[in-house]
């Protein structure tokens, strides 16, 4: 069995692959993430994310396979990147609040041989927030590094009324779906040692 490698700096995704058992070591696949002209949210998604697993690939010696992925928030077909100062961040959450909006996150494989790749597309609904909470909300510092400047598992939960889709997919990573792809390359879940003794 090839070693997994996790191409991202998210400790949302270090914490999700740790929760389903799979060890992982971290590796760096700096990429250009500008979108490209017409671009749809669901293909930008997923070209960063196996943009990503290749990069992580690239900078590898020996047989690996490189899990990247890709999180964007979609309202009415734009991309809610992240925060570029408070008065962005303020702004993405006065229009997210209320509302209903898209969260994509696409997973990517790959081992230099093959690559698989999917997008995993959850609805999720916002109260209102009062420009009073927002700007509390901002100073906790939670927002700054988030797209759509939200965190789902952190502070910013308070703000969520519904969710249709993955709550894992929300936070970085569709777990059900990843387990599945690294299966199909002969990596397993919960890969500790109680339940490996059984």
């Not at 991202?8 to 799979?22: A, D, K």
């Not at 609040?97 to 997973?107: D, I, K, W, Y």
């Not at 939960?157 to 889709?165: M, N, P, Q, S």
């Not at 990573?173 to 339940?195: H, K, N, R, Y």
Request: net charge negative; with cysteine; hydrophobic share 45%.
């Amino acid at each position: 069995m090839n070693p997994l490698y996790l191409a991202s700096g998210s400790p949302r995704r270090r914490e999700l692959l740790t929760q389903i058992g799979v060890p992982f070591t971290v590796t760096t696949a700096p990429i250009d993430e500008t979108p490209l002209p017409g671009e749809s949210a669901e293909a930008y998604v997923e070209r960063l994310a196996l943009a990503k697993a290749e990069a992580g690939l690239a900078n590898l010696a020996g047989p690996a396979v490189v899990l990247g992925a890709d999180t964007a928030v979609v309202l009415d077909g734009r991309i809610l990147g992240k925060p570029e100062n408070r008065e962005h961040a303020l702004a993405m959450l006065a229009e997210l609040a209320g509302r209903e909006h898209q969260v994509l996150t696409a997973v990517a494989l790959s081992d230099g041989s093959r690559s698989l790749s999917l997008c995993v597309s959850s609805n999720v609904r916002f109260r209102p927030i009062s420009t009073a909470e927002a700007q509390r909300y901002w100073t906790s510092g939670e927002p700054a590094d988030k797209a759509g400047g939200y965190a789902i598992q952190g502070l910013g939960a308070v703000f969520v009324t519904g969710l249709e889709g993955s709550y894992s997919a929300v936070v970085g990573l569709p777990l059900s779906e990843t387990a599945d792809m690294l299966a199909q390359f002969g990596i397993a879940c919960w890969q500790v040692p109680a339940l490996c003794q059984r």
